[in-house]
């Protein structure tokens, strides 16, 4: 992220630019000088992700109540300090940076793929420095902050050219974030997140004052250095030849000097008192003098201007591919709807015509379960055609949204073309306008069932009309995966609806008190197969209207990594449903009727759930040696997907290849976490 270079410039060539600061002391400074304003920090939330996920046990799938505890205790600090806050999401990411969003996609596919070797050879968490964000945890965190009654918004564009600019335009104390390109950008004072310590809210300040300082340069001479450098529109090759040149003529080489050689190379260039502008003097290319252009220009926040540029204007507003097919007021509720941070999807598919999903915590090994851009591909074609209308015959062409999804086997080298697949209901599809803005007493029940029908559950509108809404999720997603993904067991069952219903009894502080002996790769999936499904939950809400409350539909309600973790190794050892449950009648009379639900639900889809207990041992077969399995390799498979996927959509679960699976009669029993003394003053299955 940010200038490439740059971050490891300021800190270990020259750390004078980098001020140690105390937000207190800034508020306190900027309240004077602005008495009739509260002092507001404008946040780069995406930046924060890691520093607000400090809960220690991360790869089962996230500890969710626990992780709002972190926010709340975060939001606090800056409260009690008299600070105001205001938190900025990626929504969008602009076609000019799509090859850098590839890139890094494809770098933490192969960190994924290192954790699943690390769990499968330890059997344990990977330590902090393989550390990988739960699935879902950028999307599921704009309405954490929201629920907290925070300022949160979504953005249209790049979102650091909106925190620039409406920190500039609002007069806000500082930008906090970890993205070098606050520096460039002529905004406001940039701290960082990364060296933030709230026990006495100090931080530190890149200046880039001190910057220009240092590199004897002017602020508008900024974004060539960065453009020169590498940023995530000039990528760092394109002007290798530029850099080389540089430090031929600077001529010292030691750590550093790329910096100081391309300030030199730009300060012999820069534009003369005549006008005569020095980029021309480059001799660049005429592709390469475009991409400059263009990285320079998205620098410029609106009323400024670089002495570089010859027509120095901000980036163009992005154009609206659906507006011709859309009513302008469908178009302009699902660009406030996007920007309040209140829905999630259906403006990227209404406006850019694209959808993006970053990595998951899948194995590239595991063939028994799809990946979960497969596996929820017909929940994505429902939802597609709830938003985009079906086209009259006159059209030569229908409407499709372009999909980057990233999972293993898949280059990311085209966005695969996803059509809309009409529901199931015996009316047609209601349009937007009337599950958006309609009023009357029939609506309601015309939202839930549109949204049921999305999970092909049309069917069951009164078995689930007496669950809440948190309940009616889970019925949802794990009837839809149990039909869908053919190698799910009851066991997998039992472990999704018995943490599903006791997490609703249980505080942070005692799910941090859940043990569990071993970490199980299969289960690290099932857990982030869940909560990828729990974003189309909510993407569906929104297409639907809301029927059912935003805030109800979050993780921090339904799931828990290791609570799940503790269930699945429970249910795939044997023990009793009296067991899984903690032995409260109550909570086993609610999970029996939740698992009938779901599996009278897949009986009437014609699906029989098998019982297939999976004895957790470590891969080895009872007489000790590795067990190999045939069939072809599992990363052939993943290619086969995606082969399968740009010849066009085809079934689920269509070209899936079943590896064998090993069969051992006498399985380890696992108890409730609170029954393993041995584990009760240490946590077992990751360091």
Known sequence: MGVKGLQYFMEACCPEICLPVDFRQMAAAHAKAHPDSTATVVVDAMAC??????????????????????????????????????????????????????KRRLRVNQDIARVFRFIKNHHQQPDREMFCLPSGLATFSRFAIKSLGQETWCSVREVDYEIAQYALSNNCMCILGQDTDFVIYDTVPYLSIAKLRLDNMTTVQFSREKLCHILKLQKSDLPLLACILGNDVVPEQRLQYVRKNALTAYGRKHQGDKVHAVADFISKLHPNGDGILGLSSMHLSKADYEVVEKGMQSYLLPGQMSPWLDCSLPPPEPVCVMENYMSADILQAAKERHVRAECFMIYNVLHDGVVD???????????ELPPQAILYQPIREHIYSIILPALPDSYDHTLSVKEWFVFPGNPLKEPIKLAPKPLNLPERTPDLTTLWFGNDSEVKSVRVSTFLAVFDLQDFTQDLSHLDSPLVAVICLVTYIAAQA??????????????????????????????VPEVDPRAVQLGSLLLRGLTYIIAANSGCGFPFPMSELMPWKIFDGLLFHSKYLQAHSGCSKEELLEGNPAWTTLFLSLRELVLGACRRRGSTIPSQPRRVQHGRPMDGKPHRESGPQPFSTSEQYYRQQTRGPPPCMQGFVQRPRSRHPNRRRYHLAPRWPQYQNQRPGFN
Do not use: P
């Not at 991360?58 to 500890?63: L, P, S, T, Y």
């Not at 999903?357 to 063939?367: G, I, K, P, Q, R």
């Not at 190698?487 to 941090?512: M, P, T």
């Open 486 to 515: 053919k190698h799910l067991s009851l066991e997998d069952i039992d472990a999704y609806l018995s943490q599903a219903v006791c997490i609703r009894y249980k505080s942070y502080s005692e799910l941090q008190q859940t043990r």
């Open 357 to 367: 999903c970053s990595n998951t915590l899948e194995d590239e090994e595991e063939v």
């Open 49 to 102: 992700l890691r520093y607000w996920y400090r809960c220690h046990a991360w790869v089962h799938g996230g500890q969710w109540k626990e992780y709002m505890h972190f926010l709340e205790e975060f939001v606090g600090a800056f409260t009690a300090a008299g600070l105001r806050l205001v938190f900025f999401f990626d929504g969008t990411i602009e076609e000019q940076k799509r090859a850098e969003w590839v």
